[in-house]
């Protein structure tokens, strides 16, 4: 599968990644902390264990986002941007 991440704030993708297969969401997650955080090859955390997926939506549902949070900050999202500000949003 394709992935689009989006940066907070961006329109356009900051990072696309390819993952599939058995090991599709601990890929997923390496890349996106791999991107956000920088690539740590001391590191014996698996990445899935502090990258997280949240679906919100702004409260007249007309907006819906895939949010991404890195060690609980909000970093962005996939497949699409927040087009509102991210205050209109609630996770669902």
């Known amino acids: 599968m394709d992935f689009r991440f989006y940066a907070l704030g961006e329109t ?4 696309l990644f390819v ?3 058995m090991d599709l969401w601990n890929d997923m997650c ?5 991107h956000i ?11 899935h ?4 997926v949240v ?6 549902e007309e907006e819906y986002v895939e949010a991404v949070y890195v060690k609980g900050d909000l970093v962005g999202s996939l497949k699409s941007p ?7 949003y609630v996770k669902i």
Do not use: C, H, R
């Not at 356009?12 to 990072?15: A, I, K």
């Not at 927040?82 to 209109?88: G, L, Q, R």
């Open 12 to 15: 356009t993708p900051s990072l």
């Open 19 to 21: 993952a599939g297969g």
């Open 30 to 34: 390496e890349a996106i902390a791999d």
């Open 37 to 47: 955080l920088g690539k740590d090859p001391y590191s014996d955390e698996p990445a």
């Open 49 to 52: 264990e502090f990258v997280e």
């Open 55 to 60: 679906e919100m939506q702004t409260a007249d």
């Open 82 to 88: 927040f087009w509102m500000p991210v205050s209109e």
